[in-house]
Structure formats: C-alpha cells, structure tokens
C-alpha cells in the first residue's frame, strides 16, 4: 500500500471517527438531559451511554465500511459487524484500562486527571488499537475471498 493511501485512510478514519465521538456524546447529552435524566429515571445516564455507544459503534462500522475500507468490504455481513463491534469495544476497553490506572493505582483523581488519561491517552490509545485492527483483521487483505464487489454508484 502506498503511503498516499495510507495517510488518506488515516484521515477517512479520524473523520469517521470524529462524527462517531460528536454523536456519542450528544446523542448522551440529549438523552441524559431529557428522557433519561438521572431525575426521571434511576441508571437513566448509564443506560444513555449504551444507547450512545451503540449509535456511535453503528455509525463508525458504516462510515469505515463505506469511506475508509470501502475497497475491502466483505459480503458476510454479520461477521464484518461482529468483528468491528468486538474491536470496538476492546478500543473502548483500553480507554477504560487508562482510567483506571491513572484514577485507582496512580491516585491522579482530578476530574482533569480523568479526562486526560480516558479521553486523550486512552482515546489516542484506543484509536490506534481499532484502525490496526480494522486495517488487518476486519477488512485485512487475508479476507480477499470474503470482500464483495465495488457496489457502482447512482447514475
């Protein structure tokens, strides 16, 4: 792979993943400021951040299946969704592995401290881990016999 191509599928991912993060958390601020307020419902923001992760999982999937890996989409369908959300959520993971460390084991407790190490050193982190994991697993060049054709655009 050329490095043109490369630096193009990096960025395609970063925007992808970027309308993902700016969906995750509206969509939780929303839900946490109105149907799922901790006010009106008990776990109200617990349950709106697996509603926004969801959204935000199913968002990327389609955004890199159709933008940053869209050369190597596959025709099994549900394997390619089960194999994103799996690295998904081992990216998420890492996130929460920094936090973790950072909050419980370093005693950094600041609420700065948090944000730091679990939404840049664990979301950098976390990013990494899924764009090499898309790259080579899911849509990895050993899937050749599982990559469905170019689908032609509307004419």
């Not at 969906?23 to 307020?37: E, H, I, K, Q, R």
């Not at 419980?104 to 407790?109: A, S």
């Not at 948090?114 to 979301?123: C, E, M, R, T, W």
Request: glycine share 10%; proline share 3%.
């Amino acid at each position: 792979m050329s490095t043109d191509r490369l630096v193009r599928q990096v960025a395609q991912f970063g925007i992808v993943g970027g309308a993902g993060f700016l969906l995750d958390v509206g969509l939780f601020n929303l839900l946490t400021l109105t149907a799922l307020s901790p006010q009106s419902v008990h776990g109200g923001p617990l349950v709106a951040k697996v509603i926004s992760t969801t959204a935000a999982i199913t968002a990327n999937w389609l955004g890199n299946r159709w933008l940053t890996f869209r050369d190597h989409r596959r025709t099994d369908l549900l394997r390619e969704a089960v194999e994103f959300g799996l690295v998904s959520i081992g990216g998420s993971l890492i996130a929460v592995l920094c936090l973790g460390m950072t909050h419980y084991v370093l005693h950094h407790t600041s609420v700065l401290a948090d944000n730091l190490s679990a939404n840049v050193l664990g979301l950098a982190l976390g990013s990494a881990f899924r764009f090499v994991a898309y790259r080579y697993w899911v849509y990895g060049a050993r899937r050749t016999a599982l990559v469905a054709e170019p689908v032609a655009g509307p004419r």
